[in-house]
């Protein structure tokens, strides 16, 4: 059978340090299994479950943070994968892993992979860079993203083959690390998955080598346990107490500050010259500030019957449930404000747009698990739900555009125990209503700094531009304008041009999230804090 490029499936090997491994490594190794693509081909199983890292108050540290700090699917649960290894052979020397034939070896063991086993598989050793200890330092750092990367080796040097940034929870190591783990189980399926199919070669260039830092060794630590990896180091003593005191004060000053102030959401509103980005114009905005027990979010202009409507959330603080609403505008402001599209559950993203002389709404609705499509019968208020265009995933923000003769849907979708800012997949349909297919690519962004869509894409001097969030740091943080290079059934490409930052208000304002335009008017939303009231702070925002 041909699999691609491959008449055969793509053979892969596993370095492990035990038959142990944590749930994300498990997951990898069950898709490996039941992918006819690929066969589980060789397993290096180091059997050092007697050489377990000695007790450090790092490790201390690991374990009260996992307890105080629990997040489920847990990516570090420990799974035993004797189920899944039985009937593969067995190696440890490179000599002998050689003769295995193996296309790729896959570590998913600690460390990084030392030179004697770069050259055992014909498309090298492909290992997760996170950093030592694993996704530590930009907690320590309190730096906006983490950034993760799957790595090809061998002994031409060095190659990265996948690559993600992630927003970095400061708190907490083990908030940090599961959803970036999870995210990134699926980097090594998605490639083997191409190398199988054909639809991804693996690079030609390298970068040279890394050097290795020199580890003492007793005389029989060749014998004893192959070269897989170089070991993870723990910090000292005097890093983590400095950690432990630095997040101390992160959790004191986030506490005070939602003790005595509070977020929420409003509108800006202005006039829009013809074809230029918002950071263009220096022209004031006008605000809409809701009441102090919501928040307004998300607004989508649309011109309708001689009139401008601006549809948006209204985030309710007591319950943190969103639901949708429209006015209208004038010079006078955002008036004739009507709630639409009740439902039982939070909406938010009211993504209104036309087609031909129809008008459509595709409502934020990830807590029913699906992206629903409503036309609209009564204009602004009336809607009734004409199709589901995807089902069975958390996605949020779907956007559609009708270009070059087929429709295109960017939509924000979590694997399950990852986070909902990191990627976005492209689906494309010749039809509105139906026959949605994902695009090879997928997910065509996996970078939390412009990944979920923040409003209708557009041309601006004849190139196609994706509004997207930023959410390096803070959710929402500022709108970033991508142009779009590539747009087709089998490529995609997009760079960030311009952003929309948290100045557009003039005054204090910690966000700009959402952008859209229509019949010379714009709108994007911010965040302020004020003091707090006797209703709770806004927490469903995500």
């Known amino acids: 059978m041909r699999y691609g490029r491959f008449v055969t499936a793509v053979r892969v090997g596993v370095l492990l340090d035990t038959v142990l491994v944590p749930a994300w490594a498990a997951w990898i190794l069950g898709e490996i299994v039941a992918n006819v693509g690929l066969k589980l081909a060789l397993a290096v199983i180091r059997d050092d479950a007697g050489d377990r890292r000695r007790l450090s108050l790092f490790s201390l540290y690991e374990a009260l943070d996992r307890q105080v700090f629990p997040t489920r699917p847990d990516a570090l649960a420990l799974v035993d994968v004797s189920g899944l290894l039985a009937g593969v052979p067995r ?9 295995h034939g193996l296309d790729v070896l896959l570590a998913l063991g600690s460390g990084r992979p030392e030179a004697p086993m770069l050259g055992t598989a014909r498309h090298g050793v492909w290992a997760y860079r996170y950093g030592d200890p694993p996704l530590f330092e930009p907690v320590f750092d309190a730096a906006p993203v983490t950034e993760t990367a799957l790595e090809l080796h061998d002994p031409g040097g060095t190659a990265v083959i996948y690559r993600s940034t992630g927003t970095t929870d400061v708190v907490s190591l083990n908030r940090n690390r599961v959803p970036i783990l999870w995210k990134s189980a699926r980097f090594a399926v998605r490639r083997l998955d191409g ?6 070669e693996p690079p030609g260039e390298r970068d040279p080598p890394r050097p290795q830092a020199a580890r003492a060794s007793p005389p029989d630590a060749a014998r004893a346990s192959p070269p897989q990896a170089a070991r993870a180091s723990s910090p000292d003593a005097t890093v983590v107490l400095r950690h432990v005191g630095r997040v101390a004060g992160r959790v004191a000053r986030r506490k005070l500050r939602n003790a005595t102030q509070q977020h929420q959401w409003f509108l800006g509103i202005r006039r829009r010259p013809a074809d230029r980005l918002p950071g263009d114009d220096a022209g004031a905005w006008h605000t809409v500030v809701p009441p102090p027990d919501r928040s307004y979010a998300d607004p989508f202009v649309l011109a309708h019957g001689g009139r401008t409507f601006v549809f948006f959330e209204v985030l309710d603080h007591a319950s943190g449930v969103g639901s949708l609403a429209v006015g209208h505008l004038d010079d006078g402001g955002l008036t004739g404000i009507e ?15 036309r087609d031909g002389e129809d008008i459509y709404l595709i409502p934020e609705t990830g807590d029913a698990r699906r992206v629903d499509l409503f036309a609209a019968v009564d204009f602004p208020t009336g809607w009734e739900r004409v199709a589901t265009l995807i089902e069975g995933v958390n996605a949020v923000d779907a956007t559609v555009l009708r270009h070059g003769g087929r429709y295109w ?9 990852g986070r909902l800012y990191d990627e976005t997949f492209l689906y494309s349909s010749d039809r509105l209503e139906a026959g949605w297919t994902p695009h090879p690519g997928n997910p065509v962004v996996s970078d939390a700094r412009r990944a979920r869509p923040a409003g209708r894409p557009f041309l601006h001097e004849g190139r196609l531009i994706r509004p997207s969030q930023s959410c390096a740091g803070r959710y929402g943080e500022r709108v970033m304008f991508n142009e779009i290079e590539a747009l087709t059934g089998d490529e995609y490409r997009e760079r960030s041009r311009r952003c929309l930052g948290p100045e557009w208000t003039g005054g204090p304002n910690l966000a700009a999230h959402t952008y859209t335009f229509d019949d010379g008017w714009e709108a994007t939303d911010g965040l302020r804090l004020f003091r707090r009231g006797p209703l709770g702070t806004a927490t469903r925002r995500r």
């Open 409 to 417: 849907m960017w939509v924000t979708i979590a694997v399950p125990g």
């Open 195 to 200: 190398l199988a199919s054909g639809t991804w």
């Open 91 to 99: 190696a440890r020397e490179p000599g002998e892993i050689r003769r």
């Open 339 to 353: 709630p639409i599209l009740p439902m039982p559950h939070h909406t938010s993203y009211p993504y209104v747009f």
